[in-house]
């Protein structure tokens, strides 16, 4: 089960931020820190107190000394310093993960609340395997089109690494609280097959009857607000360490972007509220979850049926036949 502890790159961050405000409260400037200390390199402390580097604890024990720091403020940032260079303990905590996941396993990490919308797919944190796999097959067919066939991991070990950050929905005491919010269309049946999707909706019916989840669907034709609309994917995370900054993620499909900045984050969670809003409510939604998962159970039916009396169609082969195949 993950750790309800920071990731170390959460840790690196808010030790960053700590040694840059006490560097300041001393009254000194970085060219002051290096001189007094003797580094060799004039970007060492700066990529300290951006969070870039992985912390000496030595390196840590010398500035504190500088900055006559008191013996709880200390023992506070030392035991920061160690676990934002523990990758690997931290790591061991994960029966698979793989540089794709990390990122957002380190946010997830030692959260008290997560909120998140998508306007087209089911969170990952809510995906079943077989919803995973659509994903990020699909995602890795348009990499090899693209001409990026290195896609880093085998798809198998991607699903497992994803699967293992579900975990800290259901840790019980600690748990982080979460919400989200479920377009219609990342359930219908663009999505997947009926019975990839049959298995999603019944995942979900069982996720959103745990105490600390919350689901909303928000049905196709609902306006949000006056006429918004969300233009892209984001999760919001609030930590259980008050001094770590509220993190904004927007997932753009083929890249990421984080942000702290405290009104661009109020924007979000504005939108957000807007969305909750429109959207079914807790109850409303599981009737809805349950009523969809019973229909999709007629359409893998159905499906099956059809399968065992249809022969299969002649293909077409000519100059596209890359294309006709397909």
Same mark, same amino acid.
């Given at each position: 089960?993950?750790?309800?502890?920071?990731?170390?790159?959460?840790?690196?961050?808010?030790?960053?931020? +700590?040694?840059?405000?006490?560097?300041?409260?001393?009254?000194?400037?970085?060219?002051?820190?290096?001189?007094?200390?003797?580094?060799?390199?004039?970007?060492?402390?700066?990529?300290?107190?951006?969070?870039?580097?992985?912390?000496?604890?030595?390196?840590?024990?010398?500035?504190?000394?500088?900055?006559?720091?008191?013996?709880?403020?200390?023992? +506070?940032?030392?035991?920061?310093?160690?676990?934002?260079?523990?990758?690997?303990?931290?790591?061991?905590?994960?029966?698979?993960?793989?540089?794709?996941?990390?990122?957002?396993?380190?946010?997830?990490?030692?959260?008290?609340?997560?909120?998140?919308?998508?306007?087209?797919?089911?969170?990952?944190?809510?995906?079943?395997?077989?919803?995973?796999?659509?994903?990020?097959?699909? !995602?890795?067919?348009?990499?090899?089109?693209?001409?990026?066939?290195?896609?880093?991991?085998? %798809?198998?070990? +991607?699903?497992?690494?994803?699967?293992?950050?579900?975990?800290?929905?259901?840790?019980?005491?600690?748990?982080?609280?979460?919400?989200?919010?479920?377009?219609?269309?990342?359930?219908?049946?663009?999505?997947?097959?009926?019975?990839?999707?049959?298995?999603?909706?019944?995942?979900?019916?069982?996720?959103? @009857?745990?105490?600390?989840?919350?689901?909303?669907?928000?049905?196709?034709?609902?306006?949000?607000?006056?006429?918004?609309?969300?233009?892209?994917?984001?999760?919001?995370?609030?930590?259980?360490?008050?001094?770590?900054?509220?993190?904004?993620? %927007?997932?753009?499909?083929?890249?990421?972007? @984080?942000?702290?900045?405290?009104?661009?984050?109020?924007?979000?969670?504005?939108?957000?509220?807007?969305?909750?809003?429109?959207?079914?409510?807790?109850?409303?939604?599981?009737?809805?979850? @349950?009523?969809?998962?019973?229909? @999709?159970?007629?359409?893998?039916?159905?499906?099956?049926?059809?399968?065992?009396? !249809?022969?299969?169609?002649?293909?077409?082969?000519?100059?596209?036949?890359?294309?006709?195949?397909?």
């Amino acid at each position: 089960m993950p750790p309800a502890s920071p990731g170390p790159i959460r840790r690196r961050r808010r030790l960053g931020l +700590e040694l840059r405000r006490l560097r300041e409260a001393a009254g000194l400037t970085g060219d002051q820190v290096i001189e007094h200390i003797g580094w060799a390199s004039a970007s060492k402390l700066s990529r300290l107190e951006n969070g870039r580097s992985r912390p000496d604890p030595q390196d840590v024990q010398n500035l504190l000394d500088l900055y006559r720091v008191d013996e709880t403020v200390r023992s +506070e940032l030392l035991g920061i310093a160690q676990e934002a260079g523990d990758i690997r303990g931290w790591l061991k905590n994960f029966p698979a993960m793989t540089q794709q996941q990390r990122s957002f396993a380190e946010l997830e990490a030692g959260c008290a609340e997560i909120s998140e919308y998508n306007p087209v797919l089911v969170p990952g944190l809510l995906q079943t395997p077989g919803y995973a796999r659509m994903r990020i097959s699909s !995602a890795w067919q348009v990499d090899q089109e693209a001409g990026d066939p290195d896609t880093g991991e085998d %798809i198998e070990t +991607e699903i497992k690494a994803r699967l293992a950050r579900q975990s800290l929905l259901n840790r019980g005491t600690g748990a982080a609280r979460y919400t989200a919010v479920l377009e219609e269309a990342a359930l219908g049946h663009r999505a997947g097959p009926p019975e990839v999707l049959r298995e999603q909706l019944t995942q979900l019916c069982e996720l959103a @009857m745990l105490p600390n989840v919350t689901l909303h669907v928000l049905l196709r034709d609902t306006p949000i607000g006056q006429w918004y609309v969300p233009p892209t994917a984001f999760s919001l995370y609030r930590f259980a360490d008050p001094l770590d900054l509220e993190t904004l993620a %927007i997932e753009g499909g083929f890249t990421d972007v @984080m942000s702290t900045d405290v009104i661009v984050l109020n924007r979000y969670k504005v939108v957000f509220e807007w969305l909750c809003t429109a959207a079914l409510s807790a109850t409303d939604t599981l009737t809805w979850l @349950m009523e969809s998962s019973g229909r @999709m159970s007629s359409a893998v039916a159905a499906s099956a049926v059809a399968a065992g009396s !249809a022969t299969a169609p002649t293909q077409r082969r000519g100059s596209a036949g890359r294309l006709t195949e397909r």
